[in-house]
């Protein structure tokens, strides 16, 4: 550490530090006087050691190691492999060398053709150029050319939004007292009020001689509407429909049956002479059926159904003389019934959500399953202390959060939401930051890739002897914590810790985004600067001290009493009470996931350590994998896994233990999967795993449609990192020729996928934007190849530009064909894009010379990368 020399000074409540930009409210500072010099490099050091020197030759290449050799300039590696810079000018000029040698890899890129193959944004000015121009005042939507004249400048979106998954929710949700089809007393008033409160900026006149009919028929209605038992049908409906196929959630109503309970209602409830005929009807359930399984946040346009309506044969509307003022008063009306009737008894009777956040399908929960569910899930909560009375708190108030119950498989998951003060943020913030450093230097950073390449390579020296894989998931993680233990285990950790940390600024490399944008190779970062504390920076990473004019210290007691509070006094609100969090600790707020790490991190460590001499663990969160070549430790591992570590409350989700040994405790695969990767048990391969979901589901969509679709198409298509494209699904020491093979035609078929999901979703007219929307998939395609290809140039640099050029070509025609295979399946898209497909694909086909990967090496027992 630097020689330094404190000056102590208080303070104010509520003072700002500018200069570090963050509230320490009465935390006693320091200001720190420090000599202008840096022990870590110390006078007389002009070499680095061998260790150092192979280190950086593994990671940045043989030509930054010589490069630092020949100007002496000294890095200093630390434990995990990052590198501390003598100065900022240093690392400005290692910075430039690093993006110099990736500079090299675009340029082999760039010469593959020369048409220009990275003018992207000349392709979008070109692209611009062909795109149609909208009317005046008219609003980007995903649907802009409408075949009916006299619905074009109206909104027809509806949205299914999901029901309200905050606590308490347990009564059974009706339709608001005020409903119309409730409080109306003749079937005028109904009409009356549709016309009115419906798409309010669209005035209707002339339409008295409409009234009659119209109102006769929903006097029809709304009298089926009363007397329908919606509750009791959609219960009949259930109990007698039993589900044959697995769902994701064991609570959910499977689509068929929701399907089933609508079809009654059209059947019991909807007079058929509003539609004028049985066609019109059916148009109107199958419109229904496809908003049910629309993605979420994706809008419904009803201009589907209203291309295919028959309105000659709607009688209530024949009276009217003006054919634009039928139209207009059929919009209105069946928007109502969209908005106004179906979605409100879909959300009475049902709870609207999804399983994940990446997954955009909707599932539905019956009203009465779902109310057990919340009742049952405070009640356990209660009785299990989880939940205590408030208990009340002079030194501290914390903020009162609530619950926000998402499904689950087989249980439900409580997010906990919570608003903190600006003073309250920034403290968390500085707390986070110190959490971080300190299970880093305890624990470290998992680097799949590196470590189970040399798991793959232990394989390969014991030849054909059989490896053992074992994966298990904590059950309820962030529930099962036990408190006390949790603040032990911070104590200990920190035990080695001076009272006095001082937190003072790094350079550190920019990431990719804020270097193209604002051209900042290095900014400025704050970390504890301590020698017991480990800078939160991945493996590779270069970093510099600045001048300690800035640094600032903070007490450790301080810091400790915050996480202290944090852990044991969390206020959730339910019910018009105030309960303490007694149990575990809150899943969603800032500092949950980096605890719930350090204490299963320090659980499984003490556990463990026995089965570390002979094979890895890796863990991510919460799910866990074991590998070892010797199978009476990984059956010890399986039974550690059936008893739990009860000392910390920690227990393993049986259904999810996945082993490659016959055992009654697991369920026996030659696949496991973790982390979205289907590991290989024989071979130790490893691939990306296969989605269970529809591609439409995974590709997220607006709420509201601000872009054109063709702009739309554009940015989704090009966000290539969906792909599950990574280092060690593509890396030769690992996966054979074959199994990457493999993987990029999944990958290609998979953005194929993509497009036709955006095409189907986004154009209603598909003929006048061919030429725009295969100019988007060549540009997108060329970008997919140069990404796979600056992986495999990232593995190994001394690819020949000729075999670089071979295999971008290979890849390119593998993506081509892609397209051809899926398109070509819908007579739609057939119709316009087989032509252009065709050609494309012979073209690919004349350059493709070969099937051989472009690595130079082979796994061997001394392959080194």
């Not at 880093?440 to 390579?457: A, C, D, P, R």
């Not at 006048?768 to 640099?797: C, G, H, P, W, Y």
Request: glycine share 4%; aromatic share 12%.
């Amino acid at each position: 550490m630097c020689e330094r020399s404190y000056t102590s000074c208080t303070v104010a409540p509520y003072h700002t530090i500018s200069e570090i930009g963050i509230c320490i409210g009465t935390l006693p500072i320091y200001i720190l006087d420090v000599i202008d010099k840096d022990p870590a490099f110390p006078l007389g050091t002009l070499v680095m050691d061998n260790s150092t020197l192979q280190s950086i030759k593994e990671i940045f290449g043989t030509d930054f190691q010589q490069y630092c050799e020949r100007y002496k300039i000294i890095l200093k590696k630390d434990k995990y492999d990052t590198f501390m810079v003598p100065s900022i000018s240093a690392l400005s000029q290692c910075i430039d060398i690093l993006e110099g040698s990736n500079l090299q890899i675009d340029n082999k890129l760039n010469q593959i053709h020369k048409p220009r193959l990275s003018s992207e944004n000349q392709c979008a000015t070109r692209l611009h150029k062909r795109r149609k121009i909208t009317r005046k005042g008219e609003q980007p939507t995903y649907q802009n050319i409408r075949h009916n004249l006299f619905l074009t400048d109206l909104k027809l979106d509806i949205y299914l939004y999901d029901t309200f998954c905050v606590l308490p929710t347990c009564t059974i949700y009706t339709v608001p007292s005020n409903y119309i089809l409730n409080t109306a007393n003749t079937g005028n008033e109904i009409y009356e009020f549709i016309l009115k409160k419906t798409m309010k900026g669209i005035d209707i006149v002339d339409y008295e001689t409409s009234v009659p009919l119209i109102s006769t028929l929903l006097n029809q209605f709304q009298k089926g509407h009363k007397n329908f038992h919606y509750d009791r049908v959609l219960r009949k409906i259930i109990q007698d429909q039993a589900s044959t196929r697995n769902l994701g959630c064991k609570y959910e109503v499977p689509l068929k049956q929701v399907k089933s309970f609508f079809d009654l209602i059209f059947a019991k409830v909807v007079p058929l002479a509003i539609f004028g005929k049985l066609r019109n009807l059916k148009m109107v359930k199958k419109a229904m059926c496809q908003l049910l399984v629309t993605p979420r946040r994706k809008s419904f346009d009803l201009m589907f159904l209203f291309e295919k309506l028959d309105i000659s044969c709607i009688t209530w509307l024949n009276d009217i003389q003006i054919i634009k003022t039928r139209w207009l008063i059929l919009a209105k009306f069946i928007k109502w019934f969209f908005n106004g009737y179906l979605l409100k008894i879909l959300r009475s009777q049902f709870h609207v959500t999804t399983l994940s956040a990446t997954n955009n399908k909707r599932i539905y929960i019956a009203r009465p399953n779902w109310c057990l569910v919340q009742k049952n899930f405070i009640k356990k909560k209660i009785l299990s202390n989880c939940l205590q009375p408030e208990i009340k708190c002079n030194e501290w108030k914390p903020p009162i959060g609530i619950y926000k119950l998402r499904a689950k498989n087989s249980s439900v998951r409580p997010i906990f939401l919570s608003k903190y003060p600006a003073q309250e943020k920034q403290h968390l913030q500085l707390i986070l930051k110190f959490l971080r450093q300190l299970q880093i230097t305890e624990y470290g950073l998992t680097n799949f890739q590196k470590t189970w390449k040399s798991v793959v390579q232990h394989k390969y020296n014991l030849g054909n002897e059989k490896f053992c894989l074992v994966s298990c998931d904590v059950k309820d993680a962030f529930g099962s914590i036990v408190q006390g233990h949790l603040y032990d285990i911070i104590m200990l950790l920190c035990k080695k810790l001076p009272e006095v940390l001082v937190l003072s600024k790094y350079a550190v490399k920019c990431n990719k985004y804020i270097t193209v944008k604002y051209g900042h190779t290095f900014c400025y970062k704050q970390y504890f600067d301590d020698t017991n504390l480990q800078l939160p920076l991945s493996p590779g990473s270069l970093y510099a001290r600045t001048k300690h004019g800035n640094s600032i210290s903070v007490m450790k007691s301080w810091l400790l009493e915050k996480i202290r509070k944090y852990i044991f006094y969390q206020r959730v609100h339910i019910r018009g009470k105030t309960y303490i969090i007694g149990k575990g600790i809150a899943q969603g707020l800032m500092l949950s996931p980096i605890l719930s790490d350090i204490y299963y991190s320090y659980a499984l460590q003490k556990q463990i350590s026995s089965f570390l001499h002979r094979g890895e663990i890796f863990r991510y969160t919460d799910d866990i994998l074991y590998a070892t070549d010797n199978e009476i430790l990984a059956k010890k591992f399986l039974e550690l896994i059936k008893k739990g570590i009860p000392q910390f409350n920690c227990y393993f989700k049986e259904f999810k233990t996945q082993s490659n040994i016959i055992n009654t405790s697991s369920t026996f695969t030659n696949n496991i999967k973790y982390i979205g990767y289907k590991i290989n048990c024989d071979t130790l391969e490893v691939e990306p795993k296969d989605l269970n979901t529809h591609m439409r589901y995974l590709i997220s969509f607006p709420v509201k449609n601000k872009i054109t679709p063709l702009e739309f198409f554009r940015k989704r298509l090009y966000n290539v990192n969906g792909l599950l494209l990574s280092k060690v699904v593509l890396d030769r020491t690992i996966n054979s020729e074959e199994t990457i093979m493999r993987t990029l035609r999944k990958t290609c078929l998979m953005q194929a996928g993509r497009a036709y999901v955006l095409i189907k979703e986004l154009f209603y007219n598909i003929e006048d934007n061919v030429q725009n929307i295969m100019a988007i998939i060549k540009i997108t395609n060329k970008k997919v190849a140069r990404q796979v290809m600056k992986i495999f140039l990232s593995l190994e640099r001394r690819i020949s530009k000729e075999s670089v050029c071979t295999w971008y070509k290979r890849i390119l025609h593998i993506l081509w064909r892609s397209h051809q295979y899926i398109f070509r399946r819908d007579p739609d898209l057939s119709k316009y894009f087989m032509n252009y497909l065709n050609r494309k694909n012979r073209y690919s086909k004349r350059n493709r010379k070969t099937n051989i990967l472009p690595v130079s090496y082979s796994i061997t027992p001394d392959s080194q990368i």
